[in-house]
């Protein structure tokens, strides 16, 4: 008991794998293969061809906040840095892996990580913000059928706009952290803590440019939903797309809880509960999350494994 208290976030991810597995044991797992191998290769397709535009836009955000904090790296090689950060993401819970975004830029920001980390962190803030927002106004529209805290998430939405805005100023950041700077950090490493701090907001974008950088992430997100729209499409699942638009940000804000790797199984549970409030069942939901994880995770991870041995090479 001792040594599972010492180490329980070592052992926390697997929480839900454990769910996913239970999942598995309740549901018919020959009604999952039946509906897997009906697939509709047409929506399937389709999927497929939204996963590319995605893998796109993805890349388009933080590039294009790259680009407003002048570091000079190139589309193409930001695509395949996109590609390996989802690679490190899939295999740690809440996708903290894909923070290798930072590594990378160091490139372009003369050797310091400061920069990268701000647009990693600054990207992944106006993520939660978009499904947030997402969340808000496509909910609404089914509040009979899904009784969603709306109060918690407008709040929850206002707290990421108000710290954004307070924390891109470098004076009021360093007037908050700078008892953590004295308290929590070894002498010995003050002075690179302090670099990367400096280096955190060289070339910090103006305000007015966010609105921007939070639409390229609210449609980024829309079109992981439209994914996920056709994939139900090809297992048959007649529901319209505001419903997964309803759906589908509830249940990614469910797998950044960091009790699984890549939301395994808390995802899954998710969504059998929501998708079963309009009448969908357990082996239809599955299969759909199961697909999205194979075409949508799975094979860009493979890309991404293989574009990352190849640098390291």
């Known amino acids: 008991m001792n040594f599972l208290l010492r180490n329980w976030k070592k052992y926390l991810p697997i929480i839900g794998i454990i769910l996913f597995v239970y999942i598995l044991a309740k549901i018919d797992f020959t009604e999952v293969v039946k509906e897997v191998s009906q697939v509709n290769l047409?929506?399937?397709?389709?999927?497929?061809?939204?996963?590319?535009?995605?893998?796109?836009?993805?890349t388009l955000k933080w590039f294009t906040i790259a680009r407003f904090q002048d570091m000079q790296v190139s589309f193409k090689k930001a695509f395949k840095?996109?590609?390996?950060?989802?690679?490190?993401?899939?295999?740690?819970?809440?996708?903290v892996g894909s923070v290798i975004r930072a590594e990378y830029l160091k490139e372009y920001a003369d050797g310091k990580i400061g920069k990268g980390l701000f647009n990693f962190i600054i990207d992944k803030i106006l993520d939660v913000a978009a499904i947030l927002f997402i969340a808000l106004i496509f909910s609404y529209q089914f509040k009979d059928t899904l009784d969603l805290p709306v109060t918690f998430f407008s709040a929850l939405f206002l707290v990421f706009v108000l710290g954004i805005l307070f924390f891109i100023k470098k004076e009021r950041s360093y007037f908050i952290l700078k008892f953590f700077h004295k308290k929590l950090i070894p002498a010995r490493l003050r002075e690179k803590a302090r670099i990367t701090f400096d280096s955190f907001y060289e070339h910090v974008p103006k305000k007015r440019y966010f609105i921007l950088f939070f639409f390229l992430n609210f449609?980024?997100?829309?079109?992981?939903?439209v994914t996920a729209y056709y994939i139900g499409l090809s297992l048959g699942i007649d529901l319209s797309l505001m419903?997964?638009?309803?759906?589908?940000?509830?249940?990614?804000?469910?797998?950044?809880?960091?009790i699984s790797i890549n939301g395994l199984g808390t995802r899954e549970a998710a969504l059998i509960s929501l998708f079963?409030?309009?009448?969908?069942g357990a082996a239809k939901v599955f299969s759909m999350s199961i697909i999205g994880l194979v075409i949508a995770g799975i094979i860009p991870c493979i890309i991404g494994i293989y574009l990352s041995f190849k640098k390291r090479l």
Not at 42 to 52: G, N, P
Not at 219 to 225: D, E, G, Q
Not at 243 to 258: D, H, N, Q, R, S
């Open 42 to 58: 047409y929506f399937l397709f389709i999927a497929i061809l939204v996963i590319l535009l995605r893998l796109f836009s993805e």
């Open 243 to 258: 419903v997964y638009f309803a759906i589908y940000p509830i249940g990614t804000l469910v797998t950044m809880i960091p």
């Open 276 to 280: 079963g409030l309009f009448g969908i």
């Open 219 to 225: 449609i980024n997100w829309l079109l992981n939903y």
């Open 81 to 95: 840095i996109n590609l390996i950060e989802n690679y490190y993401g899939f295999i740690t819970p809440s996708k």
